[in-house]
């Protein structure tokens, strides 16, 4: 890999006035400012719907946009949405995502926007050319008929024409909406990584419309459900509870259903993070009714011909393999056998005792490096809550021994940069220097989560300078 560097911060974390980051004018800025650092890379997380905890991991379509990142002031431009209506949806806070009003307000305002579209026969084209956006429109509005109840539990068959129209004029507005912020970036020399979970939602239409691809009875309801086994981060495990893939049926027609979500997922970005990508390999597969994901066994996944597919369409774009948790040898095998550069991350590599991969000198170039990820402590609120002693081996291999260990951040910045790490990514709180309270999720925990953003003033704040001289110093330009 060339020596690249850049910065991990979801959408929704972006400076607006609208209650949550979005594709404004602030996304723009935000690539002005990677530009200006020497950063190349903008990673973000999925742009799916959120679910009940706010989480995008966990939505009603792998493939359709999340409505609540669409620009409100570039819907005004168009003559979709008036100015006293922007005056009225404009935010309590600027500094967390206001979920409790987006979902009570925001859908109520695009459906007037998409009552005052007048372009119906292109929105209505390009849904039309996009059959799985279709898909997840008719599923939202059949799921409107029916009290937002979950498909299983459907019994109205008729559905709303102006609320199938609406869907269709939000996916249309956000997808017109990042191409331009995608153009804008690529112009100006930076590329965007987005995130792919490996698993989809039980209520969405994804499985909705294709109930032949997963672990499902007669009657519709999983049999065995994801999650992971008990780690670092939980002690019981994690009980994900998505339903789980039918991969001998999808090995049938070559992956069709995969193909079609890579391939949208590489129209969307100029490289993906596959999440989860241990399952591959082999799944965590836990029973339905089980209480804890301690009760899941491991199940092989498809393993190489799944690697060959994504490379076959993948051509020059970049895939993250997320090669964290309980991984074996069979799983760096398949990361090694596959191409794709796996994950190191700073933090774990000092939680115990001996060498790990996660050590600074054991990095390789095909591998991307992160201080943390979105479910980890920010690195200065890991290093804040390390013991005495563990912090200061950290810090001394790091080359830092001053008993004052609060000026030892830079040298941890700098051991990462100057790695063989072939991509280094920090999230935005690390270059912000910010603690444990601006951590983004704690895996586990259902509330509290996804809701950091930063203000213009915070991003303007940071030292561009230290990290274009950490960029050009260690040739990540």
Avoid at 201 to 221: C, H, I, P, Q, R
Avoid at 434 to 459: C, H, M
Wanted: with cysteine.
């Amino acid at each position: 890999m060339d020596r690249k560097s850049g910065v991990l911060m979801h959408v929704s974390s972006l400076p607006g006035d609208f209650s949550i980051g979005g594709f404004s004018d602030s996304a723009r800025h935000f690539v002005d400012f990677l530009k200006d650092c020497g950063f190349t890379y903008w990673q973000v997380l999925p742009f799916c719907m959120v679910d009940e905890c706010n989480s995008p991991y966990k939505s009603y379509s792998s493939f359709a946009g999340n409505p609540y990142f669409i620009d409100l002031e570039t819907l005004c431009r168009k003559g979709l949405v008036t100015g006293e209506e922007l005056g009225e949806y404009r935010q309590q806070t600027p500094y967390s995502c206001e979920f409790v009003r987006l979902y009570h307000t925001r859908t109520m305002l695009l459906h007037e926007a998409s009552k005052r579209a007048g372009n119906r026969d292109e929105i209505e084209k390009f849904i039309d050319d996009n059959p799985y956006l279709e898909q997840f429109c008719r599923f939202m509005a059949f799921k409107s008929a029916n009290g937002e109840k979950c498909w299983i539990n459907w019994k109205k068959t008729d559905i709303d024409e102006e609320i199938l129209f609406m869907w269709k004029f939000i996916q249309f507005e956000f997808f017109t909406q990042w191409k331009e912020i995608k153009k804008y970036a690529n112009d100006r020399g930076i590329k965007i990584i987005g995130d792919l979970p490996i698993y989809v939602s039980y209520d969405s239409a994804d499985v909705w419309a294709n109930k032949e691809l997963f672990e499902l009875d007669k009657k519709g309801a999983p049999i065995s459900v994801a999650g992971v086994p008990p780690d670092y981060f939980a002690a019981d495990g994690q009980l994900w509870g998505n339903p789980l893939y039918k991969w001998d049926k999808m090995r049938e027609d070559g992956y069709a259903w995969w193909r079609a979500r890579m391939q949208h997922m590489l129209s969307m970005f100029d490289g993906v993070r596959i999440d989860h990508f241990r399952a591959i390999e082999s799944y965590w597969s836990v029973p339905a009714d089980a209480e804890t994901a301690r009760e899941g066994k491991w199940i092989k996944g498809p393993g190489k011909e799944f690697c060959d597919m994504l490379n076959e369409i993948r051509r020059d774009k970049l895939i993250i393999a997320e090669d964290l948790g309980d991984v074996t040898e069979e799983v760096h095998e398949l990361v090694r056998y596959s191409g794709f550069p796996g994950m190191r991350v700073f933090q774990f590599g000092f939680l115990g005792d001996g060498d790990t991969p996660h050590k600074p000198h054991n990095y390789i170039n095909n591998c991307v490096a992160y201080t943390g990820t979105h479910d980890n402590n920010t690195l200065l609120g890991y290093v804040w809550e390390l013991s005495d002693i563990r912090r200061r081996e950290m810090l001394e291999y790091c080359g830092y021994t001053s008993p004052d260990w609060n000026n030892g951040y830079d040298s941890i910045l700098r051991t990462i940069f100057e790695s063989n790490a072939g991509l280094v990514i920090l999230p935005i709180q690390d270059l912000l220097g910010y603690g444990s309270d601006t951590r983004l999720n704690i895996p586990g925990k259902a509330d509290g989560n996804w809701q950091f953003r930063v203000t213009r003033e915070q991003l303007g704040g940071i030292d561009r300078g230290k990290f274009r001289h950490f960029n050009e110093i260690y040739a990540r330009i």
